[in-house]
């Protein structure tokens, strides 16, 4: 715990994102104004005038309960690690714009996707996915390329990361609706015209 009294604010998430929109990613502004009381919020508290050895912030769950105004009401769950002047228990309030987080209970969001290194690395969206059989407890089956990968590109492992498919679903949310339907596996292409992932012909 850190000594003296350590303020803090909590982060514009909604600014954040919009200053680093493939770093910085939060849900969006619908489940982020559908909270009800009992649900969980992840919150960016800002720490103000850090110290050289503090980190910038902590990142922590509060959970709803109930509205004031716009605004929710809060109690926060975990126990900060540098913030002295709130902890756990203690009543926040915020509103949907610094939501930067909200649990949800979906077991692939852990499991891991393979994604094309120069999707990642040049925030190009993946115009083809595919499902095959996972290798393994930890993998979705899951596959995002950009489209163009030579043979030697794909076969390279330095070519291809381990992800987690929450990431990727943060990074291009376009890629929620098809894996949401758990479909059979096979392949997809992105469809400008319609925005959507599409079959793609065997």
Known sequence: MAEGNVDYRIADGEAR?????????IPSRVERESL????????????????????????MWVEVSGRDGDAYLGVLTNVPSA?????RGD??????????????DWPLLEKKVLVSRRSHE???????????????????????LVGDESDDEV??????????????????PELRPL???????????WD?????????PE
């Open 17 to 25: 994102h919009a200053a680093a929109p493939r770093s910085f990613f």
């Open 179 to 189: 894996f949401r339907t758990d479909p059979e596996d096979g392949s997809w292409s």
């Open 36 to 59: 009800r009381p009992g649900d969980p919020a992840k919150l960016l508290f800002e720490i103000v005038d850090p110290r050289a050895d503090m980190p910038g912030g902590e990142r």
């Open 192 to 200: 400008e015209d319609s925005g959507h992932y599409l079959s793609a």
């Open 155 to 172: 076969n390279d492992p330095d070519n291809i990361l381990r992800q987690l498919v929450g990431f990727l679903l943060e990074r291009w």
């Open 122 to 144: 040049h925030d190009l969206r993946p115009e083809w996915v595919y499902r095959e059989s996972p290798d393994d407890d930890t993998d979705s089956g899951w596959r995002a």
């Open 83 to 87: 913030i002295t002047t709130i902890g």
């Open 91 to 104: 009543e926040v309030r915020f509103g949907p714009e610094h939501v930067i987080a909200t649990a949800e």
